[in-house]
């Protein structure tokens, strides 16, 4: 929250999404100690508050750092944040109340699960609602987050923030066809991991219409899959099906 906020109203709104932290490992700078700064480098790394005893020149992090940013959100994935209105006055604030929609290019989805009932906040109180929402649509969606009181004057006063993210598809999907005298049809699904981290498969499906039978051709006899018991794809990976 910048300056003029902190001026205009007596709470401030703070939201951070709700995500896996991330280990914070120590900058490795080190030398030798017959090298001209001797001891000093190594002095410094022992005394790097993330690094972990013993091992501070192997990266590994003992602390885990809160998301600094929405970061990146893909298509069926269940977003989740934490939204809190905090009193940083030094007197009561009554009235209070918080609402956040999910302003989408087709629609507005209303995400707040708390009562709207308008409470007082005590001095350092928290007003606070974690909210959840599948996600299914892609391209740009903005988080609204607005915020109503009651000034030192008994008016009500509101105001909004907005907190803009992309939703992106995390998987590619090719397709090819191949006819044979057989009057069979077979088809070729090649699926890639466009994603910044792993994925599991758990099932690849392909529904046909009414005037065709599909038979999946990635099975051997028992029904085990071809693909062994678990399907990984690391980023840019991609896995083929066939079908018939």
Known sequence: ???????????????????????????????????????????????????VV???????????????????????????????????????VQSVSIKADLQTSLQRVPLTTQNHTPIMLDVDETLSDVIHHEVKDLGTHILVCEV??????????????????????????????????????????QVQNITSGPIILEQVMLEGSQQFCVKSLNEIGDGTSVFGDVTLLQPQESCQYLYC
């Open 1 to 51: 929250m910048d300056n003029k906020d902190l001026v205009e109203h007596l709470v401030a709104l703070k939201v951070m999404r709700l995500t896996k932290p991330a280990l914070v490992s120590p900058k490795i700078v080190t030398c030798d100690f017959k090298d001209l700064p001797g001891n000093i480098l190594n002095n410094f790394l022992k005394e790097d508050a993330t690094a």
């Open 148 to 189: 109503t009181y009651m000034s030192n004057y008994n008016t009500l006063l509101s105001f909004r923030k907005f907190f803009k993210f992309e939703v992106m598809k995390p998987l590619d999907v090719k397709t090819k066809f191949c006819n044979v005298e057989s009057d069979d049809v077979f088809l070729e699904a």
């Open 54 to 92: 013993q091992m501070e020149t192997l990266a590994a992090g003992q602390f885990l750092l809160l998301p600094q940013s929405f970061g990146n959100i893909y298509l069926g994935e269940t977003f989740s944040c934490y939204v809190c209105v905090h009193n940083e006055t030094s007197q009561p």
